[in-house]
C-alpha cells in the first residue's frame, strides 16, 4: 500500500507541476507549491515550518557579512530580528548602522535604527531592536 500512495504522489506531482510563486489556478483561486489552494490559509503546523525556514534564512543572511560574528550575542539577535523583517537587501542599506556596529559603537548604531523610515513603520519593535543593540551585549 505505501508503494501505491507513493507512486499517486508522484503522478499528482507530475500532473500538477511545481510552482514556487504564487499563481492562479482555472478556477481563479490562489495556490503555490502542487496545486495547493491559499483560499482558506494554511494551517499552524506549515506556518510554523515556513517561519522557521524564513528565520534560518535570516541568521545565514548575516552570517554571510564578514562584520557579523564578532558581534554580541545579543546585538546578533537584535539584528536577526530586523533582518527578518527588513529582507538582507533592504537591511543592507543600513549603511551607518552596519559601520557603527564595526566599530562596535552600539549607541550610534542604534540611534540609527531609530533615526529610520522603519522605525515609524514598526513601531515597538525598532525600540526594543535599538535597546538591545544600544546594551552592545
Known sequence: MIYAMNYVKKWIKKCESLKLQMYMDTKGNPTIGWGR???????LDEAELMFQNDFEESISELEACNW????????????VNMNFNLGIKKFLEFKKMIAALIEKNYTLAAQEVLNSLWATQVGQRAKDVAVMISEGK
Open 68 to 79: 557579523y560574528p564578532s558581534l554580541p550575542y545579543g546585538v546578533k539577535c537584535a539584528l
Open 37 to 43: 489552494n491559499l483560499k482558506n490559509g494554511i494551517t
